[in-house]
Structure formats: C-alpha cells, structure tokens
C-alpha cells in the first residue's frame, strides 16, 4: 500500500448540506411541506412589508410630508392628507414622551426619578451577572433599594413631597412592579411556610387566604382596596390612592408566589429537614440556612414567570383611575389636539411591554438553563 | 431547666396559635366597629334589602335574559353572571382548540410555520391582556358605519355596531326536534359504545366517527322536516340608521372573545408542546416500528400520555380566562364586574356587600370548573394494574 498517495475524501452532495440541505430538510421536505412553506411565506410577504412601511419607512416622525414641525394632529400627514398619506404618526409620543415617562412629576423634581432608575438598573445587576467582584454588598445595596426609592421619589429627609397623584406613565408601572415584586417574595415565603406549618391554625388561614385570593379575579380586589379600605380604617387615616393598589397588588402576587415556593418547599427530600433538626437548628435556622436556599434555586424559573405575570397585571390600574403606561396613553388619546391617533398609541404601548416581558422571559430561560445542569448533575 | 410555656414544643404551638386567633378577633373587632361607624357616617345603607330595589340603567348586552331598566338589581346580577359565563364558555373551547392547533403545530418539522407560531405565542403572551382587548375592541369599531356595512354570503353584515345576522324564530313543533337533538347525542354516545366493545372482542373495526357524525346531522334534520320545518329565519333589513329584525353579536362580546381566545390560546399552545415533548421519544419510535400512521401515533398514543400532563395546567388555564374576563369592564362588556359589581355598586353604594356576592360568586365558578376538571384529571391517570 502506498501510503503517500491519499485519496481526498469526496464532499457530501451539495443539496444534503449547508444552507440548500437546511432548506430542504427544513422547509421543503415533501409535498405538504412545500405547499406550507409557501402558504406561509406569502402569508409573511403581504403582512411584514406592510407594516414595516406603516411603522417605520413611511412614518411621520418629527416632520410631516410637507417638512413641517408637527404639533398637533392636524399636522399630521395621515390626518392632513388622507387619500394619499396612511403611514403612522409617531409625533403623539415624542412630544408627550414626557409625561408617558414621568406622568405629571413636576420637572424641576424629575432628577429624583432619574436617579432612581439609574440606581434601578445598578440594584439589579447583582441578579443578572455571577461573577461579580463585591456580590455581597450590591446585594446588601439590592435590599435597602426599596427604601432608597421610596425616599427618592415620594419625598422627606429633606427632599420636596411629591403626591402620588403626580406619578404617572412608566413611572407608576415601574413603581408597582417592583415594589410589587419586592414586597410579594417575603410575603410568598412566609405564607407558603405558614401552609406547610403543622400548626393547624396557622395553616388553615394561610390556605384560606391563598385560596380565597386565586379564586377572585385581580380587579375585584383592586376595587376592595380602592373602595372598601378606606371604610376599614379610621377618621383621619387616609390611605394614599398609590398604597391602596400596591397593597392589593402584592397580596395578589404573594399568593400565586406562595403557590409557587411551596412546590419547591415539597420537593426538598425529607432527609434535608431530618439532618437540619438533628443537628440542633430550630425551625427559623433550618428554613434560612438549609431549606429555603433550596427551594428558592429550584423554583427561580417558576418566581420569574409570577413576576412576569405581575409586571402584565399592573396595566388593570386604569379601570381605577391611575394613570399607568397605559392610561397616559389613553389620556393623551382624549385630548382634543390628538385624538384618533389610537393605533399609534396602542403600539407603542404593546412594544414598551413586550420589551420588559420579554427581556424577563429570555432571562428566566438563561436561569432555567443555567440551573438545570447544576441541580440534575449526577441525578440522572 | 425551668419549665415554662416556650420550653416545650406543644405548648409553644398552642401559645403561638391562641396568640394568632386572638391578633385575628382583635383585628376583625376593630375593623367592623371602624367600618360601622364609618357607613353610619355617611347615610350608606348595610343589609340586601337592595336586591329587591329597581336598578334605574341600561344594560347593553343581555342575550338570555330580557332587561328593562324597572328590573331589580337582582336580576342585574344574574344578567351579568349569564354574560360572564357566556364569554367564559365559549372563550375555553375556542382557546382549547386553538392552542392544541397551535401547540401542535409548534412542534412541526417545518421551521417556517414553527418560528411563526413562536413569533404569534411570544407576542401575545407578552403583552397585557387588557391592552389586547382595547386593541380588538379600537380595530372592531373602526369598521364600517351600517349604512356602508359590507355583506357576506347575503345574509351577514359587519359593521362597527356589531355582526348583524339572521335570527331564528321557533315555532311549536322545534321543541319536538330540540328532543331529537339531545337523543342523538344519546345515541352517538351507546353506538361508541358498542363499537369499542366489539372490537375489544372480535377485532374488527367499526367506522364510528362517521356513523357518529351522520346520526347526529341526519336524523335532527329528518325530524325537522318531517315536522314541517318549524323554524325561520328573520334576515336584518336595512331600515333607516339601524337594522330591524335579525340578530347582533356586539363588538364588545367580540372584541372580548377574540382576546381571551387569542391570549389564552397562546398559554395552552405552551402547556400542550410541553406536554406532547414529556411523552418519551421511545414511544414513538415503538409505534412508528409497529407500522402505525403519523396520524394514529398523535392521536391514539402520544395525546392520551401528554394528557397526563397537560390538563393540571390546563385548568388553571380555564380559570384564568374565567377571572380575565372581568376585565370586560374597560371595553364596556356588561359582565358581572361592569353591571353589579360596579354600576349596582356606585349607585346604592353599599360596597361591601356588592363587592362580597361578586367576589363570592367568582369563587363559586372557579371551584365548580376545578371539581370538573379535577374529575377529568382523575380519570386520565394511569390505572396501575
């Protein structure tokens, strides 16, 4: 044999590999395949183009058709020209973007709400990046965030009050969302131990409570909270319109977050606790130290999703009257200089939501995956 | 060691238990005598007399019951517990289908109609339901005004007031051909019967959908005519500004089920592809080696396993689009919350109570959909032999 003559092993028929063999594989492996693919195809072709135009090619952004400045509805090019002009008037966001960010802060005050998404985006970092050098105390700083916050943009030590019936737009979104989040994970926690304690006082109200709360729809209880708290309360204390929905809101979450965590307190293996009681730890330590921990890691996935629900679920406050994201929307939607300019508004809307959604969801799948290699590792 | 009331575990339970009974009296106490004083002070009424007291509006959508604004508020109630369970039905079947067509088809070796489907899933299930149905509802009535509504098939008009249509009209003898109706159902369900057990004994197949299908269309219609048709039809006539005669499905039930059905249908799409992936890959590959068609694998094999898995999720699903479809109340869709829980509510002002039945009644209906649905789960399980 004559080894210095190798033969170069022939390629792979072109149309079996790269692209054209992903093509065929993929798109055009048979009959009803094919016939699909191009149904799809044409269905994609009429719809994407068009509504790329409508959006963004054809749109008015500052200027109309005629180069003019538009200032209010009248200018606009689908409104001045309607056989002509049919594309989107972007203008109603820009010129109120103002007021869809902050609601109606006083703009001499907004440094404060500034600052306070800045230091949102820092409290939040220490969850997204592992290795981190001084994790633990941008946690520490994550915690007392909260508190940071509520100084920032309500007021006191020293900085002007701003009412709550000034916030508005993304601000209020915001505000709920987090607060909403932050305050309904101790609570989850505390009532998910409360339904697995052996006390049967103690957790017979925890399961009526979690029961009761999955049973009504959200805005039932944002009417109890609008409605009937004030009658539950005293001459003289008034309960801030903002409070009275956060309050509902985080009973709300903390139920379905307490459903939550308690699906991964019954996954920890009875063994953990038996090994946590023997060594001597009361209830309070084994939970911090030895249970929790555990539970909390394998059900992070499942905690995110919650939030993500929550973050969708804090639009409902229109149909009590605080102006969200959604409701400036509406808002600006009514006033006279730009009405009908509603499919404008609707999207953008929909595209502010999708962004955090979705930014949220791709970041519960990064968890998932991330968790998945290290709980299963030896277990399978 | 002194033995005193923390030291042992049992007293420390009973302390920690009588300490929570008596914070909950103490709290209740005071929150009732807070709310006496408080209703007392302003001329607010307490008690249900109210129920029985005329409601003085308009409701908008009543398709079951007939309203007239002298009605009490009681029947506003139940107006509005008909309309909700109305969309609520009708939402869940719709959404079922489309998210096991949906879930299905995510799973496709086409990469085209998947990556759509996942564009279409991620879409809707990221952007708040109530935005989608002020989104519907805005599209819906920017249709054409009725003088201009364009006609289907002769018979339907859409328009932005709704989608006219023809109404039938029952005479006497439909009541006979209603019995028909339901004792085919009867019948269909004693042929399926029948034929599985045949085949468990000799094998042989028996074309029961078919059968099934013709008895329940056959034979209503044959009563129907031999009864003399005791049914018309009255078509809407275009008379002035409005339609006399006919039908109208409102824009706000439309724009109402569309989104439930749309969004909701996007979650199950989610719940059936995991369902469908838990089944294992060998179950597959056996039927596939036993020369079963795709269509049989799916349908005898790999659904009735992923089912398993699917329904837990599934009710909560339906429980979801039940409690969603409160949020009716922003498009004007005269469900529970809009008619009792808000209308009934500002106007008596007793707030309490309009706010206890609804919320009360929500309850009702989400526990009846999960004792069902928990029935069902039941009897999917797997019998271990």
């Known amino acids: 044999m004559n080894i210095d003559n190798k033969i170069e092993s022939r390629k792979p028929p072109v149309a079996t590999t790269g692209f054209i063999g992903w093509l065929r594989i993929n798109l055009f492996s048979n009959w009803f395949n094919t016939i699909v693919t191009l149904l799809v195809a044409y269905f994609l072709y009429q719809i994407i183009p068009w509504f790329l135009d409508w959006a963004i090619f054809s749109a008015d952004f500052i200027y109309n058709y005629k180069g003019e400045r538009i200032i209010d509805r009248s200018f606009c090019s689908r409104v001045a020209n309607p056989e002509e002009y049919h594309a989107a008037c972007w203008s109603i966001i820009i010129v109120r973007f103002y007021q869809f960010i902050y609601g109606f802060y006083p703009v001499e005050q907004v440094w404060r709400v500034n600052v306070t998404y800045f230091l949102l985006a820092i409290a939040l970092i220490p969850l997204l990046v592992e290795q981190l050098p001084y994790r633990k105390h941008l946690i520490k700083f994550t915690i007392i965030f909260p508190i940071i916050a509520f100084i920032l943009l309500y007021g006191g030590f020293g900085f002007e009050i701003v009412p709550t019936n000034k916030w508005g737009g993304l601000l209020v979104t915001l505000v709920l969302g987090v607060f909403g989040i932050a305050l309904a994970f101790p609570l989850g926690i505390i009532l998910a131990l409360g339904r697995r304690s052996k006390l049967p006082v103690i957790s017979m109200v925890c399961t009526l409570f979690i029961e009761f709360i999955r049973g009504v729809p959200l805005i039932t209880l944002l009417f109890f909270g609008m409605v009937m708290l004030p009658l539950f309360l005293p001459e003289g204390i008034n309960m801030d319109g903002l409070v009275r929905v956060l309050v509902a809101v985080t009973l709300f979450q903390a139920a379905y977050m307490a459903e939550v965590i308690r699906g991964g307190l019954q996954a920890i293996p009875q063994g953990q606790y038996e090994a946590a009681q023997s060594v001597g730890l009361s209830y309070w330590q084994m939970n911090r130290k030895i249970i929790l921990p555990q539970a909390i890691r394998i059900t992070i996935p499942s905690i995110v999703n919650t939030s993500i629900g929550l973050f969708k679920d804090t639009t409902l406050v229109i149909i009590i009257g605080l102006l969200d994201l959604l409701g400036i929307g509406r808002g600006a939607l009514a006033d006279a200089t730009w009405m009908g300019l509603s499919n404008e508004v609707y999207v953008f809307v929909a595209l502010v939501f999708f962004i955090f959604t979705f930014g949220m969801s791709r970041y519960s799948l990064y968890l998932e995956n991330k968790l998945k290699t290290g709980i299963n590792m030896g277990a399978d | ?385």
């Not at chain 2, 309203?67 to 139940?78: A, G, I, N, R």
């Not at chain 2, 309309?83 to 289908?97: D, M, P, Y």
């Not at chain 2, 009710?315 to 922003?330: E, F, R």
Request: net charge positive; with cysteine.
């Open chain 2, 1 to 385: 060691m002194q033995k005193n009331l923390f030291s042992d575990e049992k007293s420390r339970g009973i302390l920690y238990q009588t300490l929570v009974v008596g914070f909950f009296a103490l709290a209740i106490y005071f929150i009732v005598n807070t709310t006496a004083y408080n209703l007392e002070k302003r001329n607010i009424a307490t008690g249900f007399g109210f129920l029985n007291n005329p409601a003085g509006f308009d409701i908008s959508f009543s398709p079951f019951l007939d309203y007239k604004s002298t009605d009490t508020h009681l029947k506003v109630y139940f107006v509005g517990v008909l309309n909700t369970l109305l969309v609520s039905f009708t939402g869940c079947i719709a959404a079922t289908i489309l998210g096991f067509i949906v879930g299905i088809i995510r799973l496709s070796s086409n990469w085209l109609l998947s990556r759509t489907a996942y564009v279409y899933v991620e879409f809707t299930r990221n952007v708040p339901l109530i935005l989608q149905i002020i989104l519907w509802y805005a599209i819906l009535i920017q249709l054409p005004r009725i003088k201009q509504a364009p006609q289907i098939w002769d018979t339907f008009y859409i328009s932005n007031r709704g989608l006219y249509g023809p109404r039938p009209i029952y005479e006497d003898g439909f009541f006979i051909v209603s019995i028909f109706i339901l004792l085919s159902f009867f019948i269909a369900f004693f042929v399926r019967r029948w034929a599985k057990k045949r085949q468990d004994n000799t094998g042989q197949q028996f074309p029961t959908f078919t059968t099934n299908l013709g008895i329940i269309i056959l034979l209503p219609l044959l009563i129907f005519f031999i009864m003399g048709s005791p049914m018309t039809l009255e078509y809407p006539v275009l008379k002035g500004f409005n339609f006399k005669g006919g039908m109208v499905i409102r824009p706000e039930f439309i724009a109402m089920f569309l989104a439930l059905t749309i969004y909701t249908g996007a979650f199950i799409s989610e719940t059936v592809r995991s369902g469908i992936l838990s089944v294992t890959k060998g179950q597959r590959e056996a039927s596939g080696a036993l020369g079963l068609k795709q269509n049989w694998i799916m349908r005898l094999i790999i659904i009735p396993q992923a089912l398993r898995v699917i329904v837990p999720p599934l009710t909560s699903q339906y429980l979801n689009l039940t409690k969603n479809s409160s949020l009716g109340i922003a498009v004007g869709y005269a469900d529970l919350v809009h008619g009792f829980g808000g209308i009934s509510l500002n106007q008596t002002g007793q707030a309490i109570e309009c706010m206890a039945i609804t919320m009360a009644t929500y309850l009702v209906i989400s526990l009846t959909i999960s004792f069902f649905m928990n029935i069902y789960n039941k009897s999917i399980q797997f019998k271990e032999k």
